[in-house]
Nanobody, 123 residues
């Protein structure tokens, strides 16, 4: 069992930046690939980014490539999402998830999910 808690969301103007954090419980954080997902108003949840267990490989949705960076600090049991050049269409509830691999996370399959943090980007 893994518990995930997101933080760092808020209201930001277009072009601004936010850094989201996801803190995981337990001492087996490095056993999991981690990912970020989002659900925009009236839309289904979509994949945003994923990172391998030791941070060596990352994957991004085309819509965020070049703007968002996923990273992790296993010593702190935390995964981050640095979001730059934010656009109004980035407005969504952002969720982190732990999964078996980045491949499964890209297919929207996570073993554990956080409750989400709201990101609102104004124009």
């Amino acid at each position: 069992q893994v518990q995930l808690v997101e933080s760092g969301g808020g209201l930001v103007q277009a072009g601004g930046s936010l850094r989201l954090s996801c803190a995981a419980s337990g001492r087996t954080f490095s056993d999991y690939a981690m990912g970020w997902f989002r659900r925009a108003p009236g839309k289904e949840r979509e994949f945003v980014a994923a990172i391998t267990r030791y941070g060596g490989i990352t994957n991004y949705a085309d819509s965020v490539k070049g703007r968002f960076t996923i990273s992790r600090d296993n010593a702190k049991n935390t995964v981050y999402l640095q979001m730059n050049s934010l656009k109004p269409e980035d407005t969504a509830v952002y969720y982190c998830a732990a999964g078996r691999s980045t491949a499964t996370l890209r297919l929207m399959s996570g073993d554990y999910w956080g409750q989400g943090t709201q990101v609102t980007v104004s124009s």
